[in-house]
């Protein structure tokens, strides 16, 4: 981060003030006179007029809906990523769990690791909410098994809060409830019985709603 800014973002001072301290010496860095335009990070120790700053990290967190066709990764290996979709100012957020490729909806960023935490901590058991479109309709039997029972996946069993019926006759498009999240899971669960998942769509992740939020379309939110 340059100095200036570091100063700004710790003092009430605007940055073209902190230039003007910076310049009349009155900024030391690590003990030694600071100089415009340098760059300084967390662990520097910066002084204003013989008092050490410390910067103030605001907690910053966002929710994106993420269209389909994006990772959730800043290196996409030839594939677009989510990070694509965010402004300069957002990109050192990191995010909250996952959704895959092949899937949509409510994706949180954050610098706020208490929240990070408490959101994807096995322990914490944060409900997630799901649109899903299947091949073919779901069959009673199922619908019951993965409510009740559950089925064995190689990682473990896979089971469903609650599975409610979206569609209006075809059987096909369904609410997924869990809380829990491993990898492509809900796809995994539903292969298992012999059905494809064609959409994937997060619509809310713990207190977190997606609401009207245009696909490719970010907004902040207060924790």
Request: charged share 25%.
């Amino acid at each position: 981060m340059r100095l200036n800014k570091f100063i700004a973002a710790s003092t009430d001072l605007s940055r073209r003030a902190a230039d003007a301290a910076i310049a009349a010496g009155r900024v030391v860095v690590n003990g030694k006179m600071a100089e415009q335009g340098m760059d300084v990070t967390e662990t520097d120790a910066v002084s204003l007029d013989g008092r050490l700053i410390r910067l103030v990290v605001q907690n910053i967190t966002i929710m994106l809906n993420k269209p389909v066709g994006y990772v959730v990764s800043k290196n996409g290996q030839g594939s677009d990523t989510v990070y694509d979709l965010l402004p300069d100012e957002y990109q050192q957020l990191n995010p909250v769990g996952r959704l895959d490729k092949d899937s949509s909806g409510l994706l949180l960023f954050t610098n706020d690791g208490q929240l990070a935490h408490s959101l994807t901590h096995p322990s914490k058991q944060k409900m997630k909410v799901y649109e899903v479109t299947l091949d073919k309709p779901l069959q009673p039997l199922h619908h019951q098994m993965l409510v009740d029972y559950g089925v064995r996946l190689e990682d473990g069993p896979s089971k469903f809060a609650e599975l409610r019926w979206i569609g209006k006759n075809d059987g096909t498009e369904w609410m997924v409830v869990m809380h829990e999240g491993r990898n492509r899971q809900i796809r995994r669960t539903f292969d298992a019985l012999g059905y494809t998942v064609q959409t994937l769509h997060r619509t809310h992740f713990g207190n977190f709603g997606l609401g009207d939020l245009p696909s490719g379309k970010l907004r902040k939110v207060t924790v």
